[in-house]
């Protein structure tokens, strides 16, 4: 549920992110999401989000950076 990646949790937040990574390619339909938790405030939801792009689409990594 990609509702998670919308929680003002940040724990929770970025444990929806660790997650949703586990899927990889599975997960692309979060990719758009993923791209924009990279300019968040918090740098470990920034971190989760830069792991998991790499797990779901190592290509939208790479053109996030």
Same mark, same amino acid.
């Given at each position: *549920?990609? *509702?998670?990646?919308? *929680? @003002? &949790?940040?724990?929770?937040? /970025? %444990?929806? !992110?660790? /997650?949703?990574? $586990?899927?990889?390619? &599975?997960?692309? =339909?979060? !990719? =758009?999401?993923? @791209? #924009?938790?990279?300019?968040?405030? #918090? =740098? #470990?939801?920034?971190? %989760?989000?830069? #792991? +998991?792009?790499k797990l779901i *689409?190592? +290509? /939208?990594? /790479? $053109? +996030?950076?």
């Open positions: *549920d990609l *509702d998670s990646l919308t *929680d @003002t &949790d940040v724990r929770m937040l /970025a %444990e929806s !992110i660790m /997650a949703l990574g $586990q899927f990889g390619p &599975d997960a692309k =339909p979060a !990719i =758009p999401l993923l @791209t #924009n938790l990279l300019r968040a405030p #918090n =740098p #470990n939801v920034r971190l %989760e989000a830069t #792991n +998991a792009l *689409d190592s +290509a /939208a990594a /790479a $053109q +996030a950076d």
